[in-house]
């Protein structure tokens, strides 16, 4: 069965420091991976969705980054934090291609940047 | 571009009762999918229930299902018999299918907060 991994669980980072959030999926090939954010007691925002090795789309301009180093591996930075980065990371995963896919998300990754 | 609104903040049920969570969305596209999931307070985001814009039938599963009305615009969200496990955050959420290049992108509405009292 698949499985999706996403850590650290929470994160407290001063602002203008680095971030590295990284989500592994196992049991699956070739998925499409995203990263979503959510505000505190809002809705999901899609930051980057990615549906191969290497190939990444923002939907959202801002300080973060995207990486697929390897099929199954997704990778969310930023070189200097901000305050407003706050709030809790989610990585997604779907079966690859195009269509109404159900996506299953990770247990998340809270960020308080102080 | 595609919008979903959950039009109630916070909703109120009393176990065994059901409850209705709305959920209408704007689009022009004729081919799209509707998603509800369920947020527990440990911030998971858990799959409820899926709708296709040419579903003939209403979605079910289980203690959930969707009510779905196309000509309206609404992807209704009924849970019978509330249980005290149902108290989240529930979300609903809209794809594209038509475009080659929504590649599962889902836009998610603003959640309404369920409480289930004894």
């Known amino acids: 069965s698949q499985t999706i991994h996403q850590w650290p669980a929470t994160l407290v980072q001063p602002v203008g420091s680095p971030l590295s959030l990284e989500c592994t999926v196992e049991?699956?090939?070739?998925?499409?991976l995203y990263w979503y954010r959510q505000a505190a007691g809002r809705g999901l925002q899609l930051l980057f969705y990615?549906?191969?090795?290497?190939?990444i789309s923002s939907e959202v301009p801002q300080n973060l980054s995207a990486s697929r180093p390897q099929d199954r591996q997704f990778i969310l930075s930023s070189k200097k934090l901000l305050l407003s980065d706050s709030g809790f990371y989610l990585c997604?995963?779907?079966?690859?291609?195009?269509?109404?896919?159900?996506?299953?998300f990770g247990a998340g990754s809270r960020l308080t940047v102080l | 571009a595609q919008k979903i609104t959950q039009t109630q903040p916070g909703m109120f049920v009393q176990e065994k009762e059901a409850v209705t969570l709305d959920c209408t969305y704007d689009?022009?596209?004729?081919?799209?999918?509707l998603f509800w999931y369920k947020q527990p307070s440990s911030g998971e985001m858990i799959f409820l229930i899926y709708q296709g814009s040419y579903d003939q039938q209403n979605a079910t599963e289980g203690r959930y299902s969707l009510n779905f009305q196309k000509a309206r615009k609404s992807a209704n969200l009924v849970i019978s018999a509330s249980q005290l496990g149902d108290s989240a955050m529930y979300f609903c959420?809209?794809?594209?299918?038509?475009?080659?290049?929504?590649?599962?992108?889902?836009?998610f509405g603003q959640g309404t907060i369920l409480t289930v009292h004894p």
């Open positions: 689009t022009s596209d004729p081919s799209y999918g």
């Open positions: 997604a995963w779907s079966v690859g291609g195009v269509g109404a896919n159900v996506l299953t």
């Open positions: 959420a809209m794809i594209f299918t038509y475009s080659g290049t929504s590649y599962g992108k889902l836009t």
């Open positions: 049991g699956t090939s070739n998925p499409n």
């Open positions: 990615s549906v191969g090795i290497g190939q």
